[in-house]
Every structure is written in structure tokens, then in C-alpha cells.
């Protein structure tokens, strides 16, 4: 028997504990958690964009319609018109 079992109690008492690894393990899992609700956040804010990116040349091609519209209409107007 050697004299850790003799006086019992946690092994944990006797154990070498790294404090520096432990700390360092530890902003490691806190560093990648972080990473992770970044991208998640970064995913949302591309499909976003993505989404205003659509809207924005719908707006465009819908001024560009109404101003050909508006160009054919002044040239079936003067052609009768005439």
C-alpha cells in the first residue's frame, strides 16, 4: 500500500492539478462557443443582404419598366398624334 491509500480522503487532494492548462482548455471552449455565434450571426446577416440585394434590382427593374413604359407610350402618342 502506498501512503496515499493509507490516509485516504479524495484522489483529487493528491492529483497534479495545471492550473495554466486547465485556464487555457477553458478560453479555448470559450473562444470556439464564441466562433460559433459569430458565424451563426454573420450567416443571418448574409442572407439579409442577400435578401435586400433581391428587393434593390426589383426597384431598379421596376423604374427602368415605368420609364419605357412612359417612352413608349409619349411615341405611340406622337405617331397618332401626328
Known amino acids: 500500500m502506498s501512503g496515499r491509500e493509507a490516509t485516504g ?23 470556439e462557443e464564441r466562433w460559433q455565434a459569430l ?5 443571418g446577416i448574409e442572407t439579409a443582404l442577400e435578401r435586400l440585394e433581391k428587393r434593390l434590382w426589383l426597384a431598379v427593374f421596376g423604374v ?15 405617331n397618332v398624334g401626328g
Do not use: C, K, T, W
Not at 427602368?64 to 406622337?78: D, F
Open 9 to 31: 480522503g479524495s484522489r483529487y487532494l493528491y492529483a497534479p492539478f495545471d492550473a495554466a492548462n486547465a485556464r487555457i482548455e477553458a478560453n479555448e471552449r470559450v473562444l
Open 39 to 43: 458565424s451563426f450571426r454573420l450567416q
Open 64 to 78: 427602368v419598366s415605368v420609364i419605357l413604359a412612359q417612352g413608349i407610350n409619349h411615341l405611340l402618342n406622337l
